[in-house]
């Protein structure tokens, strides 16, 4: 191919085929005179930048068009300006639209030969869409890796609320009951006992802070009875009637499966329990094998979904879809003021999603 164009020298078949390739290619190609101005743009530099060739040429400064080139560590910088350098083959700048939008673009710069008035030949490329999928690729993972991190730090945190605080509190009442039966006075013998009392109740509270922070059964017994227990605490919390109706096969999922799962329900059990005025919920669980489709469905008074988006007002909701995306799953949520609230989850499966011990007791 390259042979072929040698070969076709200055003839003006050459000359036509550079110029439909300088007409036609997606990249912004643009020459500048040793003053800076641009002398000439193709096709693609208009679409880019919303300036005509009109506008451009003979008009428009390098400057009017550049912001300045991007580093690691600035957004743009104007020192070592590739109009000054010989040729940088590659580098990034920041392109200023004719409406004063700003996007990135892949850039290479190189001097024409001296002699001409053209002193410099730039071409670009738009670099905004793989930017944003970048800057999406990052938050993911950026996302996943604060969720993971929460997750690890609940469990230890609950690990040692369980085990220490809540075994040392356990020692103290073992070690009051012991006096409470000694030969003492009836007053200290009553004053015992009110401490016992205070004892039994923080124990207790460890223990739910514990639970809530994140239930040892979601890891030893698995998803179902773990959101079986949750459903108790609920109703005994609030005084609200959960109804669960599990529907297909009933398994072992990976822990991200029943970690998203069960945190997904703790927040929509937990919202419908604090907004929704209501004393009922159902959640229908099903596993379609390829899938999992959770509903979690409350009567209550309901909301705007959209004007809580725009608002921001709370990371509950923002937290389900999060935890629903990165396993590759969805979250819908549909309100409305005065007609309850249903989410639907859904989950897919992939082959090592699903263990396949049966005898596990998950039921
Ligand atoms: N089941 C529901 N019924 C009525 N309103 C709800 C329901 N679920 C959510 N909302 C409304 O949506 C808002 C946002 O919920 P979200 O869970 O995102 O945040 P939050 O509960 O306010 O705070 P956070 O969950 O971060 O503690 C709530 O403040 C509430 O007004
Ligand atoms: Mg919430």
């Given at each position: 191919?390259?042979?072929?164009?040698?070969?076709?020298?200055?003839?003006?078949?050459?000359?036509?085929?550079?110029?439909?390739?300088?007409?036609?290619?997606?990249?912004?190609?643009?020459?500048?005179?040793?003053?800076?101005?641009?002398?000439?743009?193709?096709a693609?530099?208009?679409?880019?930048?919303?300036?005509?060739?009109?506008?451009?040429?003979?008009?428009?400064?390098?400057?009017?068009?550049?912001?300045?080139?991007?580093?690691?560590?600035?957004?743009?910088?104007?020192?070592?300006?590739?109009?000054?350098?010989?040729?940088i083959?590659?580098?990034?700048?920041?392109?200023?639209?004719?409406?004063?939008?700003?996007?990135?673009?892949?850039?290479?710069?190189?001097?024409?030969?001296?002699?001409?008035?053209?002193?410099?030949?730039?071409?670009?490329?738009?670099?905004?869409?793989?930017?944003?999928?970048?800057?999406?690729?990052?938050?993911h993972?950026?996302?996943?890796?604060?969720?993971?991190?929460?997750?690890?730090?609940?469990?230890r945190?609950?690990?040692?609320?369980?085990?220490?605080?809540?075994q040392?509190?356990?020692s103290?009442?073992?070690?009051?009951?012991?006096?409470?039966?000694?030969?003492?006075?009836?007053?200290?013998?009553?004053?015992?006992?009110?401490?016992?009392?205070?004892?039994a109740?923080?124990?207790?509270?460890?223990?739910?802070?514990a639970?809530?922070?994140?239930?040892?059964?979601?890891?030893?017994?698995g998803?179902?009875?773990?959101?079986?227990?949750?459903?108790?605490?609920?109703?005994?919390?609030?005084?609200?009637?959960?109804?669960?109706?599990?529907?297909?096969?009933?398994?072992?999922?990976?822990?991200?499966i029943?970690t998203?799962?069960?945190?997904?329900?703790?927040?929509?059990?937990?919202?419908?329990?604090?907004?929704?005025?209501t004393?009922?919920?159902?959640?229908?669980?099903?596993?379609?094998?390829?899938?999992?489709v959770?509903?979690?469905?409350?009567?209550?008074?309901?909301?705007?979904?959209?004007?809580?988006?725009?608002?921001?007002?709370?990371?509950?909701?923002?937290?389900?879809?999060?935890?629903?995306?990165?396993?590759?799953?969805?979250?819908?949520?549909?309100?409305?003021?005065?007609?309850?609230?249903?989410?639907?989850?859904?989950?897919?499966?992939?082959?090592?999603?699903?263990?396949?011990?049966?005898?596990?007791?998950?039921?």
């Open positions: 191919m390259y042979a072929w164009i040698e070969e076709l020298g200055t003839s003006s078949e050459a000359f036509s085929l550079f110029q439909s390739i300088f007409a036609n290619t997606s990249d912004a190609i643009l020459v500048i005179d040793k003053d800076g101005l641009i002398v000439t743009a193709n693609a530099v208009e679409k880019m930048t919303g300036w005509s060739k009109e506008e451009l040429i003979g008009h428009r400064h390098i400057c009017e068009v550049c912001v300045g080139m991007a580093t690691c560590k600035e957004d743009t910088t104007c020192s070592d300006c590739f109009f000054k350098q010989v040729q083959p590659s580098f990034e700048m920041r392109l200023r639209t004719k409406d004063g939008r700003q996007y990135p673009v892949a850039a290479s710069s190189s001097q024409l030969p001296q002699g001409s008035t053209a002193k410099l030949v730039l071409i670009l490329r738009d670099m905004s869409a793989q930017q944003q999928a970048e800057k999406e690729r990052y938050q993972k950026l996302t996943h890796y604060v969720i993971q991190a929460q997750e690890e730090e609940r469990k945190i609950s690990r040692e609320l369980h085990d220490g605080v809540g040392a509190l356990y103290i009442l073992v070690g009051l009951n012991v006096i409470g039966q000694s030969r003492i006075n009836a007053q200290l013998k009553q004053h015992v006992a009110e401490i016992q009392q205070m004892a109740k923080a124990m207790e509270e460890v223990k739910r802070m639970l809530e922070l994140r239930p040892s059964a979601l890891d030893d017994l998803l179902l009875p773990a959101i079986r227990s949750l459903i108790k605490r609920v109703e005994q919390s609030f005084g609200i009637q959960v109804a669960l109706d599990v529907r297909g096969d009933r398994r072992r999922y990976g822990p991200a029943e998203a799962l069960y945190r997904i329900v703790q927040e929509a059990m937990t919202n419908a329990a604090k907004y929704a005025q004393d009922r919920l159902c959640i229908v669980f099903e596993d379609k094998g390829g899938e999992i959770l509903t979690i469905v409350d009567d209550g008074i309901g909301f705007d979904p959209k004007q809580v988006e725009t608002n921001g007002t709370g990371l509950g909701l923002f937290g389900m879809k999060e935890r629903a995306q990165l396993l590759g799953g969805s979250v819908d949520i549909r309100s409305a003021e005065g007609e309850g609230t249903s989410i639907f989850v859904r989950i897919p499966l992939g082959k090592g999603d699903v263990e396949d011990d049966h005898s596990r007791p998950d039921r």
